[in-house]
């Protein structure tokens, strides 16, 4: 990995566009730091310890590099676009125009894009509004009474609220242009830079806090054994072979060839892990607006913190249930089908049209069942090590956001090696 990199920096071209990235991920973080104009930095700072219990509030910080906790410029991060990535592929099933638009090339690509922005930009205003509110109710910080935001008026708040919204904005475009002028996946790269920000302040509160230097190193080395799980199995896929027929098309020949169909084992990513958090946070965001304890408030207290066996379960379920959903919705067997009979396609010993969907819907099943497994464990990771060690506290990181960085770190690599590979042949054939 370190020598693709050096090998990189040596490349004029590749030079520019790795230096360009790490400009906008330092720009990034610079707005990471830069409080939104009406809050009182030194009572936020007062407060930032008491909002480790916040379920979604937390979910939403790991992945904004800790601006949501400081409420900053950029204290949504890269969630509102994620979110809104997600709902329009999920259209896509319901809404037939989408699917149209998929279908019709970059022209109908470039459209889908479009409207992610502006949900994009729907979904700031709405995440921005109900965090200024609360922030302004002193709810966002549990019971901290030192009021965060000093002057709660209208003016100040809206304020507050298109500055956060103008700040996710400026985040999407960010990413955008690391993904046209630099190295990688620019939104994935973003989420990557906030997760390393915190990882090692992260680290030290585990040894600092009621870890102890004991059990700091044990987290080190269930961290160190999931990150190699996690290169192993990301690595990892199923090859269908593909045959292609011979045909004569004037006096040449076309076909003939074999290829495969790569299945990832891990075909839906971390969306299940990110899904049923967030469905599991809602109940205790929404218990947080009660102006006294209820019965519901008291169940959800008691049965919905992360070592409760009710929210054990229901987490596993819910991991296992969107592993499923968003591969069906991700990889659709008739259309590959369809696909390889066009162009003369067959999978050795299957017969084109039906037989092909049902092979790829058995396979596509059993290896979604292995993912999903797979998931679920490093899912529980944290979960699991907080009540085997009796740490007082949640562990701040977990499986999702080893397998972020480990994925973002493996994919940006292989675009580096790809690149240096093109110039290598380049320069081998001038």
């Given at each position: 990995?370190?020598?693709?990199?050096?090998?990189?920096?040596?490349?004029?071209?590749?030079?520019?566009?790795?230096?360009f990235?790490?400009?906008?991920?330092?720009?990034?973080?610079?707005?990471?730091?830069?409080?939104?104009?009406?809050?009182?930095?030194?009572n936020v700072?007062?407060?930032?310890?008491?909002a480790?219990?916040?379920?979604?509030?937390?979910?939403?910080?790991i992945?904004?590099?800790?601006?949501?906790?400081?409420?900053?410029?950029?204290a949504?991060?890269?969630?509102?676009?994620i979110?809104?990535?997600?709902?329009?592929?999920?259209l896509?099933?319901?809404?037939?125009?989408?699917e149209?638009l998929?279908?019709?090339?970059?022209?109908?690509?470039?459209?889908?894009?479009?409207?992610?922005?502006?949900?994009?930009?729907?979904?700031g205003?709405?995440?921005?509004?109900?965090?200024?509110?609360?922030?302004?109710?002193?709810?966002?910080?549990g019971?901290?009474?030192?009021?965060?935001?000093p002057?709660a008026?209208p003016?100040?708040?809206?304020?507050?609220?298109?500055?956060?919204?103008?700040?996710?904005?400026?985040?999407?475009?960010l990413?955008?242009?690391?993904?046209e002028?630099?190295?990688g996946?620019g939104?994935?790269?973003?989420i990557?830079?906030?997760?390393?920000?915190?990882?090692?302040?992260?680290?030290?509160?585990?040894?600092?806090?009621?870890g102890?230097?004991?059990?700091?190193?044990?987290?080190v080395?269930?961290v160190?054994v999931?990150?190699?799980?996690?290169?192993?199995?990301?690595?990892?896929?199923?090859?269908?072979?593909?045959?292609y027929?011979?045909?004569?098309?004037g006096?040449r020949?076309?076909?003939?060839?074999?290829t495969y169909?790569?299945?990832?084992?891990?075909?839906?990513?971390?969306?299940?892990?990110i899904?049923?958090?967030?469905?599991?946070?809602?109940?205790?965001l929404?218990?947080?607006?009660?102006d006294?304890?209820?019965?519901?408030?008291n169940w959800?207290?008691?049965?919905?913190?992360?070592?409760?066996?009710?929210?054990?379960?229901a987490y596993?379920?819910?991991?296992?249930?969107?592993a499923?959903f968003?591969?069906?919705i991700?990889?659709?067997?008739e259309?590959?089908?369809?696909?390889?009979?066009?162009?003369?396609g067959?999978i050795?010993?299957?017969?084109?049209g039906?037989?092909?969907?049902?092979?790829?819907s058995y396979?596509?099943?059993?290896?979604?069942?292995a993912?999903?497994?797979?998931?679920?464990?490093l899912?529980?990771?944290p979960t699991?090590?907080v009540?085997?060690?009796?740490?007082s506290?949640?562990?701040?990181f977990?499986?999702?956001?080893?397998?972020?960085?480990?994925?973002v770190?493996?994919?940006?690599?292989?675009?580096?090696?790809?690149?240096?590979?093109?110039?290598?042949?380049?320069?081998?054939l001038?």
């Amino acid at each position: 990995m370190l020598s693709a990199f050096v090998q990189a920096f040596k490349t004029p071209d590749l030079r520019k566009k790795l230096l360009f990235t790490l400009g906008i991920m330092g720009l990034f973080r610079l707005g990471s730091v830069v409080p939104t104009p009406g809050v009182s930095l030194k009572n936020v700072n007062t407060c930032l310890g008491e909002a480790q219990d916040a379920g979604l509030v937390n979910l939403i910080n790991i992945f904004s590099g800790g601006a949501l906790l400081q409420l900053s410029v950029f204290a949504l991060g890269i969630m509102p676009y994620i979110t809104a990535s997600i709902i329009i592929q999920l259209l896509r099933v319901v809404i037939p125009r989408f699917e149209e638009l998929h279908k019709e090339g970059q022209a109908g690509t470039a459209k889908l894009t479009e409207y992610t922005r502006y949900l994009t930009i729907a979904l700031g205003l709405l995440q921005s509004s109900t965090i200024v509110a609360t922030a302004a109710d002193n709810r966002l910080f549990g019971d901290c009474a030192v009021p965060v935001i000093p002057n709660a008026s209208p003016l100040n708040l809206a304020l507050m609220i298109i500055t956060m919204t103008a700040g996710t904005g400026l985040i999407m475009w960010l990413g955008e242009l690391i993904t046209e002028r630099g190295i990688g996946n620019g939104m994935s790269l973003l989420i990557f830079t906030s997760i390393i920000a915190q990882f090692p302040s992260n680290m030290i509160s585990i040894a600092a806090g009621s870890g102890g230097v004991s059990k700091f190193l044990v987290v080190v080395a269930v961290v160190l054994v999931a990150t190699l799980a996690v290169v192993y199995v990301e690595q990892a896929t199923r090859r269908i072979p593909v045959q292609y027929a011979k045909r004569m098309i004037g006096r040449r020949q076309f076909g003939g060839s074999t290829t495969y169909i790569p299945i990832k084992i891990n075909t839906a990513g971390v969306i299940p892990v990110i899904f049923a958090s967030s469905i599991l946070a809602l109940p205790q965001l929404i218990a947080q607006f009660a102006d006294r304890p209820h019965g519901w408030t008291n169940w959800i207290a008691n049965n919905l913190q992360q070592t409760d066996t009710v929210y054990l379960v229901a987490y596993a379920v819910l991991i296992l249930f969107f592993a499923f959903f968003y591969t069906a919705i991700t990889f659709d067997p008739e259309e590959i089908a369809d696909n390889m009979k066009k162009y003369g396609g067959f999978i050795p010993g299957i017969r084109a049209g039906e037989p092909t969907v049902k092979y790829l819907s058995y396979v596509i099943n059993r290896v979604t069942a292995a993912g999903s497994v797979y998931l679920l464990v490093l899912a529980m990771i944290p979960t699991l090590a907080v009540i085997w060690l009796g740490l007082s506290q949640a562990l701040p990181f977990g499986g999702t956001t080893i397998l972020i960085m480990v994925g973002v770190g493996l994919q940006t690599v292989k675009e580096i090696n790809s690149q240096l590979q093109q110039r290598h042949y380049e320069g081998f054939l001038s």
